[in-house]
C-alpha cells in the first residue's frame, strides 16, 4: 500500500480543484454563449422579435443568472470562509497557548509549595529532635524551652496544613 505524503496530497487535492474549476468554468461559458447565440437572431432583427427573444431568455436567462451569481457570489464566500477559517485557527492556537501557560504556572506553584513543605517539615523534624535533647542544656539557659518549642512546632504543623488545602485548591485548578 503506498503511503501518501501531505505534500503529494496537497498537490492532488489542488489538481482536482483545477479541473473542477475549469468544467465548471467550460459550463458557464457555454450556457452564457448558448444564451447570447440563441437570442442574437430574436435581437437583430429590425422589428426586434421581443416575443421570441423573452421565450428563451425565459428558458436559458435563469442558467446564466445561476452562472453569473455562481461565479460573482462565490469568491467573496471564499474569501470570508478562509478569513473565518484564519481566524478560529489564530483563536485556538492562543487559547492553546494560554492553556499551557495556565498549566506551567499551576505546576510552578505546585513545585513551590512542595519545596515550602519540605523545608518546613524539615524544620519541624529538627525542633521535635531538640525538644527530646537532654534538659540540662534547656536549664543552663542555653536553649529555647520545651514549651516555646512545642509552641512553634504546632505552628509549623499549621503551616503544612494551610499549604496542603492551598496545593489542592492549585491541583483542582490544573484539573479544570
Known amino acids: 500500500m503506498k503511503n501518501v505524503t501531505k505534500q503529494e496530497s496537497d498537490k492532488s487535492s489542488g489538481l482536482l480543484t483545477a479541473g473542477k474549476e475549469?468544467?465548471?468554468?467550460?459550463l458557464g461559458i457555454t450556457i452564457i454563449l448558448a444564451t447570447l447565440v440563441l437570442m442574437w437572431p430574436s435581437l437583430s432583427k429590425s422589428p426586434v422579435d421581443t416575443q421570441s427573444a423573452s421565450g428563451i431568455f425565459a428558458i436559458l436567462g435563469g442558467w446564466g443568472g445561476v452562472v453569473l451569481g455562481y461565479y460573482f457570489g462565490r469568491l467573496p464566500a471564499e474569501k470570508a470562509t478562509d478569513k473565518a477559517s484564519e481566524a478560529a485557527d489564530s483563536a485556538r492556537k492562543e487559547k492553546d497557548a494560554a492553556e499551557k501557560t495556565k498549566t506551567l504556572a499551576?505546576?510552578?506553584?505546585?513545585?513551590?509549595l512542595n519545596n515550602t513543605e519540605q523545608f518546613l517539615k524539615a524544620k519541624r523534624d529538627k525542633l521535635k529532635d531538640l525538644a527530646q535533647q537532654p534538659a540540662a542544656a534547656q536549664l543552663k539557659g542555653l536553649g529555647p524551652t520545651v514549651s516555646n518549642l512545642e509552641s512553634i512546632i504546632n505552628e509549623i504543623e499549621s503551616e503544612i496544613a494551610k499549604i496542603g488545602a492551598e496545593r489542592q485548591k492549585v491541583q483542582a485548578?490544573?484539573?479544570?
Open 173 to 176: 485548578d490544573m484539573a479544570k
Open 106 to 112: 499551576l505546576a510552578n506553584s505546585i513545585n513551590q
Open 22 to 26: 475549469m468544467v465548471t468554468a467550460a
